[in-house]
């Protein structure tokens, strides 16, 4: 059995715009495991975004809490949840651009200011993961000399330099060609084989086949939770058949 990373109970959340209440989370309680590749699909709308600002503290629940490593995260501070954040989430949102004046190794390190860490030690993971991303022949470019999948790839060194224990990606592949996109779940099934953890939104059905657990949302609950075994290269049609088949049951 694989250890709770984080557990949410009876979680809601609603937005209220000219008097009328949307409530965008419905009482969910859900597990999200240490070591999985946590995949949340649903049509656009479902509340998919809005969950993964709960899960990560970035945004206040509206009742109900989020729990990361048994500690409650709701009711803390900003000031605790920035500490937390920094400490133990990476994230790859499309809000959270790279800095237009910073070049590529100076945007990867922004993160490991005043992290606890020593000069060296902080170097050597940048030129570890600028490596690993192929993008060390960049890393004095800026971001407006990339490619969109470079420029994904260094928000995802970005996400990776603190060794957070969880990753957050919200549809990472949105915005990227094909190759690009391949590119960058190569990456993550590469670091979830590490045993990285990683709950990634998505509706690109390549992406989901990534990873080991699909939750399916619709209208702010879950519709729907499969599990995988790890994926495999030479087994992506029998996977795509199973997943493509309960995305299907769902109306997807
Ligand atoms: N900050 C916000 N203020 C008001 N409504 C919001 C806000 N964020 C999301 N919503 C609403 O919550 C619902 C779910 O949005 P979202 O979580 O972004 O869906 P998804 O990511 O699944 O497409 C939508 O109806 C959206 O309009
Ligand atoms: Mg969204």
Redesign the pocket.
Known sequence: MKNTMIHTELLCKS?V?DGEV?N?IKNMTLDIKKGDFTVIM????????????LLSGM?EVTSGKVELEGKNLTGLKEKQLADIRKEKMGFVFQAINLVPDLNIYENVASPTYKNGKSRSENANKITKLLETMELTQHEKKYPNQLSGGQKQRVAICRALVNDPEILFA?EPTGALNSAQGKNVLDTFTSIHEAGQSIVM?THDLKAALRGNRIIY?KD?RVDGDLRLEDYEENQKEEREKEVYRFLKERGW
């Open positions: 937005f715009s949307n965008v649903g049509s656009s709308g479902s509340g998919k975004s809005t969950l993964l600002y945004d919200d939104v949302l702010g």
